[in-house]
C-alpha cells in the first residue's frame, strides 16, 4: 500500500493567495483527518470526514479555511485568502473506524 | 488546561537505559491511548495503542493504561540512539454531533527524548 499520499510537498504563496492541499487516504479507510502542526501550537485537529462526510469542523480557524472530500479517495484542504500566519505544516491522516490514524508526508506551506 | 498534556522534555537517557514518558488526560470517558513517534522534519508514526487498563508489550515498548489516575505512559527498553524523536500521546475523547456518538483524536503536545550514545 502506498500509504496517504499528499501533495504538493511544498508549498510557497504570498499573502492572499489562494492555496489548495490535496489528500489521497489509504484505499479502504473511511475516516479522513486534516492537521496542523506548528511549534507553537503543536499538532492540531482541523477537520475530519466519515464516509466522505464532514464530522466535526471545529477546529477549522476560520472562514478562510475550507475542506471537501469529493469523494472516499480524494480530498482537498483550501485557504483563501492566505496569511503569514498560516504558514505551518499541514498533515492528512486517514483510517478505518476511526482510530489508529496513519499519517501522510505533510505539505510544509509557507505564506509570506 | 489542556486535554492530553505531557512534559515537553527534553528528556535525555543514555543508550541502553529505560525511557519512561508520560501522560495525562482530562476526559474520564476517553477510552482508547495511542503513542506516536515524530522524527525531525517527519510525519507522526503510530507505534503503541492501548485499551485496557494495564500494560501492553511490544517489543522494547511498553504501554501503560491506568484509566482510575487517568494517566498512560510509555517505557523504550534497552534505549537506541534511533530512538531520539518526539514522542506523542494521543486520546479518544467521545463526542455528540447530530444524535451520532463519534471519536476525537486529541494529541498532547509532545515530549523530546534524546538518547546519547
Known amino acids: 500500500d502506498a500509504g496517504v499520499i499528499q501533495s504538493p510537498r511544498h508549498e510557497v504563496t504570498e499573502m492572499g493567495q489562494e492555496v489548495t492541499l490535496r489528500c489521497k487516504p489509504i484505499?479502504?479507510?473511511?475516516?479522513l483527518f486534516w492537521y496542523r502542526q506548528t511549534m507553537m501550537r503543536g499538532l492540531e485537529l482541523l477537520i475530519y470526514?466519515?464516509?466522505?462526510?464532514?464530522?466535526?469542523d471545529s477546529g477549522m480557524p476560520e472562514d478562510r479555511f475550507s475542506a471537501k472530500m469529493p469523494n472516499a479517495s480524494f480530498s482537498t484542504l483550501k485557504i483563501q485568502p492566505s496569511e503569514p500566519r498560516d504558514s505551518a505544516v499541514y498533515f492528512c491522516?486517514?483510517?478505518?473506524?476511526?482510530?489508529?490514524?496513519?499519517f501522510g508526508p505533510g505539505t510544509r506551506l509557507t505564506v509570506t | 488546561q489542556k486535554e492530553v498534556e505531557q512534559n515537553s522534555g527534553p528528556l535525555s537517557v543514555p543508550e541502553g537505559a529505560i525511557a519512561s514518558l508520560n501522560c495525562t488526560y482530562s476526559d474520564r470517558g476517553s477510552q482508547s491511548f495511542f503513542w506516536y513517534r515524530q522524527y525531525s522534519g517527519k510525519s507522526p508514526e503510530l507505534i503503541m495503542s492501548?485499551?485496557?487498563?494495564g500494560d501492553k508489550e511490544d517489543g522494547r515498548f511498553t504501554a501503560q493504561l491506568n484509566k482510575a489516575s487517568q494517566y498512560v505512559s510509555l517505557l523504550i527498553r534497552d534505549s537506541q540512539p534511533s530512538d531520539s524523536a518526539t514522542y506523542l500521546c494521543a486520546a479518544v475523547e467521545v463526542r455528540n454531533a447530530g444524535g451520532t456518538s463519534y471519536g476525537k483524536l486529541t494529541f498532547g503536545q509532545g515530549t523530546i527524548l534524546t538518547v546519547h550514545p
Open positions: 484505499s479502504g479507510h473511511d475516516y
Open positions: 492501548i485499551y485496557s487498563n
Open positions: 491522516a486517514s483510517s478505518l473506524l476511526g482510530f489508529g490514524q496513519y
Open positions: 470526514f466519515n464516509n466522505n462526510v464532514p464530522i466535526d
